[in-house]
């Protein structure tokens, strides 16, 4: 059902208006405001202003992950010079995401908290042309909160994983990286 | 000529697009699309939270982080949920917690319990017309939020218990409660 702009309020009870109390809470609530006017007037350009401090802030973050990333690599070759040791010697196992359709189903995409639900950013691969799509991801330790993307515009929890406890976002399902056997 | 005019069809406006066309549009990167949802319902939400808030400031920076978060989570959003209900589940989030900052505030400068019950309220920065609306913004943040929504949005309880995450009978208790309190006052003013 979608909500007409018009329609003000989202539904309508029959037993609102009744009492004379909720009458007044209605007619308070709906009287001219002019201030919920200028505050909405000023949402455009609040959320702007949030998307160039958060693109800076983005460009800021890749180029210091990058910088990292050239550190550590050197870092990590260096070490292998010096012990003969692989550098993914003591990383974190990829953690496998399984998804099985049950329709017809052309993409699936990871989305969650540890790719920014980027539904560009992490396509599972389809198993011998058959229901079955997987991808193995690197994923921090620690819980996450993540979904599928079926044909890039529809939004599903895994039906075999725990469901998140809801931020009203949207419905999750969560996984718990542990740090496996030592 | 005025045949031929008349014979002509008709141009037909075209049909407003969706709210979920919208928000779908604008999860792609449309600005216009999301420019438009904002034009449907910034004053919506500004009117709850300027009602539930009682502070200007407080309810432009909660209307202001609900439609930062809508923006970042659009692509959640789906089509099967009404958009305007699922903006204000974002939105009723954000001012209990513009609420709760509030009340730890309070806590924290001022410790004396008597220098607080007699304290002006200076989190709200309305004068009040009526001894009603004064009560109103004295109730418990809880029961006038759903006061808010059941007359003000005129939802329905189960609609409020979506919304809210609270169980229809806690709500249904809350409001009764609360119009308890309020009926009094008018009586008294009548």
Known sequence: MIAHPDDGPLHSDADSGADPVAARIASWYRADLADAQRIGAHVMASVAARRRRARRRRSLSVFAVALLGVGLTRWLFEARRDTGASPLDGRQPATRFVYVATGSVSRVALVGDFNGWNPHATPLARVRAGALWVVDVRVPIGPHAYAYVLNDNRWTIDPAAPRAPDDGLGPTSVVIVDPGPR | ?190
């Open chain 2, 1 to 190: 000529m005025v045949d031929g005019l008349a014979s002509m069809p008709t141009p037909t406006p075209t049909p407003e697009p969706s709210d979920g066309v919208l928000a779908a549009r604008a999860a792609r990167g449309d600005d216009r699309a999301f420019h438009r949802l904002v034009d449907r319902y910034a004053n919506d939400c500004a009117r709850y939270a300027m009602h539930m808030l009682d502070h200007r400031q407080d309810a432009e920076d909660a209307v202001q982080d609900t439609w930062w978060r809508a923006y970042r989570a659009l692509s959640r959003y789906q089509e099967r949920d009404v958009f305007k209900r699922w903006l204000f589940r974002i939105l009723v989030n954000v001012c209990r917690t513009t609420i709760e900052r509030r009340g730890r505030l309070r806590r924290r400068f001022v410790e004396d319990g008597g220098a607080l019950a007699v304290a002006p309220d200076v989190t709200s920065d309305h004068s009040h017309d009526t001894t009603f609306e004064h009560l109103l913004m004295r109730l418990n943040p809880r029961a006038r939020e759903a006061l808010l929504l059941k007359f003000g949005e005129n939802l329905e309880y189960t609609d409020m218990a979506e919304l809210t995450g609270d169980s229809v009978s806690a709500l249904k208790m809350r409001v009764k409660r609360a119009l308890e309190a309020l009926r009094s006052t008018v009586e008294w003013e009548q």
